[in-house]
């Protein structure tokens, strides 16, 4: 059974044209977290929410928002997206951010977003 | 930031073949675990292991927190493991290795 889930599976969006990938989770931990992932590249964390408790990484574009309405719920949003967002991008959750053995990671499919 | 490298980038097995994949990190951590990524590009909890040996059917892991590495076995490996394996590491955030491309052929 899916456990995160993230839909949808692939998205295809225009230059500028704003688009939500969104993400629900039937865990219910605490955290989630969204990734950017590029070709060939590793999983690189945008942002993370702890409850409600919004979490920026410091080089995450302005263009990146997010939207966290409920335990269960989180959304992507990007406003203006470039030829450069095209990435796969994974949604995680995890129960705790910081302590021991209650930050295990668990990733939905991800969303690959192609922008023409 | 806490720096994680994972070698070898590239490996190509026969089947059947054993491999190591070995995961280096800069600092302490209190989380380590490996992925697989498939082809499709889900990642794939394999291991939760900041310290110690865990098995789980051919795979097996091993970190040493002292010595700042884990490895990662794979036994008499399959076309199905093909993909990427990573390690991930936190202390207060997490950190993703480089990655080990592998790839298993017939």
């Known amino acids: 059974d899916a456990m995160v889930i993230q839909n949808p599976r692939y998205q295809v969006t225009q230059f500028g044209k704003p688009v939500t990938l969104s993400c629900s989770q039937t865990?219910?931990?605490?955290?989630m977290y969204w990734y950017q992932q590029k070709s060939s590249q590793a999983p690189k964390l945008l942002f993370h929410?702890?409850?409600?408790?919004?979490?920026n990484e410091a080089d995450t574009p302005d263009n990146f928002q997010s939207r966290r309405p409920n335990t269960s719920f989180c959304f992507l949003d990007i406003r203006s997206p470039g030829l450069g967002d095209a990435a796969m991008y994974l949604c995680?959750?995890?129960?705790?951010?910081?302590?021991?053995?209650?930050?295990?990671?668990?990733f939905g499919a991800g969303t690959r977003l192609s922008v023409l | 930031g806490i720096q994680v490298e994972q070698s070898p980038p590239d490996l190509i097995l026969q089947e059947g073949a054993n491999s190591t994949l070995r995961c280096n990190f800069s600092?302490?951590?209190?989380?380590l675990q490996w992925f697989h990524q498939n082809p499709w590009g889900q990642l794939i909890n394999l291991f939760y292991?900041?310290?110690g040996t865990k098995q789980n059917g051919r795979l097996s892991a091993t970190t040493v927190a002292t010595e700042r590495y884990s490895l990662l076995y794979i036994s008499s490996s399959q076309t199905t493991d093909s993909g990427v394996y990573f390690c991930?590491?936190?202390?207060?955030?997490?950190?993703f290795g480089t990655g080990t491309s592998l790839t298993v052929i017939p």
């Open positions: 292991i900041p310290s």
């Open positions: 600092d302490s951590v209190n989380n």
């Open positions: 865990l219910n931990h605490n955290v």
């Open positions: 991930a590491v936190a202390s207060n955030q997490f950190y």
């Open positions: 995680a959750t995890s129960r705790d951010p910081l302590g021991p053995a209650k930050n295990i990671q668990y």
């Open positions: 929410y702890y409850d409600k408790d919004f979490n």
